[in-house]
């Protein structure tokens, strides 16, 4: 299976998960009160998802990580009903940094499988240690920090954009 399999598969799961969620739920509709947030939040947000994704990243090696992939998509299918927001604003005004979020769980899904496989053909004999070792610091060095890269600028997007927004439409009476 290669790459854009993978990606497809990972984005139909979990707009499939996201939507059975919503569709399933009792919806809370008591909001909630929607702070205002500062760059302060930003860099909470950010060393919270970059932390949970490292720890996913190291997981991945023991083929755990699938738990935690899951979890990304779970959270944002029950944000609505969380936030006690309508869906349909709810997600017109997460999509910016939702994306992102999603785009996080899917480098971090087509990783755990490229690993897995990996794995799968060493123990077969058809690749030898140094691929393993390679592949490994090409994500330390390459793809973890991207990663955080991405969930950085998904914090300053969910901060600066969506909070503002989502406030916006709940002031108009959303």
């Known amino acids: 299976m290669d790459i854009k399999r993978y990606i497809s598969l990972y984005f139909i799961l979990s707009i499939t998960i996201i939507f059975i969620i919503n569709i399933f739920i009792d919806h809370n509709t008591e909001i909630s009160d929607i702070a205002e947030l500062s760059f302060m939040d930003v860099f909470y947000i950010a060393m919270n998802n970059i932390f949970f994704t490292i720890f996913a990243f190291i997981l ?53 499988i490229q690993f897995l496989k990996i794995i799968i053909d060493y123990t077969k004999g058809y690749v030898m240690v140094e691929t393993i070792k390679y592949f490994l610091i090409k994500t330390v060095k390459y793809t973890i920090p991207f990663v955080c890269l991405v969930i950085f600028m998904g914090a300053l997007v969910e901060v600066y954009i969506s909070n503002k927004l989502i406030k916006f439409i709940l002031s108009i009476g959303g």
Do not use: D, Q, R, T
């Open 60 to 112: 991945s090696l023991f083929g755990l990580s699938f738990i935690f992939i899951f979890k990304i998509i779970f959270l944002i299918g029950y944000g609505p009903s969380i936030a006690g927001i309508n869906p349909i604003i709810y997600y017109f005004s997460s999509i910016s940094h939702g994306l992102l979020e999603l785009f996080v769980g899917c480098l971090l899904f087509c990783f755990s």
